[in-house]
């Protein structure tokens, strides 16, 4: 589990904004660490911030086995996420990932940058819902 | 390092006769560092009298630092008697915008039709600075300003001489969205700013009962303000920003909550009042409001 270390406004700000909305979401630190979800994601990711702790990119692509909607993996610099932390710009796709009790989940994710003055770099906030069948 | 309080009260200036003990003038706080680096923290109205004082000092260059730009921490500005001194050096800090510079934004309020002089005719030196983003050199102290919770670009500032901190956070609402309990302090806003201080002067502008229907102006309950000072550590909690709409009886019975809130242990809580004196080199006292 990655370290934990004081946050920044804006991710504090972020985690309080999801904590209070019932649209899953996910806020990444600056430097791709999954620090939080919130509840409606846990339900999704089937499981609890509580249980997991802050993630390093390594771990929460390793927890939670995103990709492709027709199948094949993803590598996370293609993830919204991943688009959005690297080229610190807004990025959505649709995806998929196999949760720890192996349940398959269709996703559709936007992923957007928090941006400071100048080159300051906050980290990522994602939001995502289950794509519904027709 | 001395702290003086010039002005405590929040949001208006309130003078009359049912503010006096604690006084009617907005924020602002002067610091005289070892080195006798004259430090101003925030411009509210107390920065007038403040002038007065500093105007008849030896010139130095004067530091005025400014947590955010809120009118009651600026609008003193424009009657600081060394603003108006061309022999004077004036460094204005304050937090950065992605928009404007801070020199524009404080244009804003010293130009017409707001104030009758521009910005631009002031004879002082006036040099403005945006905090940065690391911990930075005010003559003799050490300064970190970092942003907290509240209402538009606002730093809470940790200054620290000698092994004695002061954390100056006048405007914060760092339970916003959450109550106290169970919050990480990583999580906290305003965390890394107050971490152990030896003194903390922090917002509580409200009674409990009042905060509900303020949530999200950017200000403190008396309870929030002390979970804060009490899951950061500190030393000793000055509480600061009054409600213009409180009396000096009021006040005390906030007091009173506060060191209800506080419990037994360590140095009890007290209000900002005009006057008060914190010495932080030596053993931390100040005498009581009239």
Known sequence: MAQASHKTLPLILAREFASNIATPVTVMDENGRLIFFNEPAEQILGQTQAEVGELAPHEWTRLFRVERLEGGEIPLDDMPVGIAHRQRCPAHDTLAFTTQDGLRHEIEVTAFPLLGREDDYFGVVAIFWELRGE | MRATVWGCRGSLASPGPET????????????????????????????????????????????????????????????????????????????????????????????????????????????????????????????????????????????EEHGRTLAYIPDHEPYLGAGPEGVDPEWLSGFSIADGVTVLMHDSQYFEHEYPNHIGWGHSSVDHAVSFAQASGVERLVLFHHDPLHSDDQLRALENRARGLWGANGHAPELAFEGMKLALDTEVGAHSPA
């Open chain 2, 20 to 159: 006096v003990a604690f006084g009617g003038n907005t924020s602002c706080v002067q610091l005289e560092l070892a080195d006798g680096t004259p430090v101003v923290l925030d411009a509210g109205t107390g920065i007038r009298l403040l002038g007065l004082e500093l105007a008849r000092l030896p010139r130095r260059p004067i530091h005025v630092v400014l947590t955010h730009l809120h009118l009651d921490h600026l609008e003193g500005l424009g009657f600081f008697v060394p603003l108006w001194e061309p022999s004077v050096e004036i460094h204005v800090w304050g937090p950065a915008s992605p928009v404007d510079t801070l020199q524009e934004r404080i244009a804003k309020y010293l130009s017409p039709p707001l104030f009758p002089v521009q910005l631009s005719e002031v004879p002082s030196n006036l040099i403005f600075h945006d905090f940065p983003d690391e911990e930075f050199a005010l003559g003799s102290a050490r300064v970190l300003a970092e942003p907290v919770s509240h209402r538009g670009p606002t730093v809470g500032l940790r200054i």
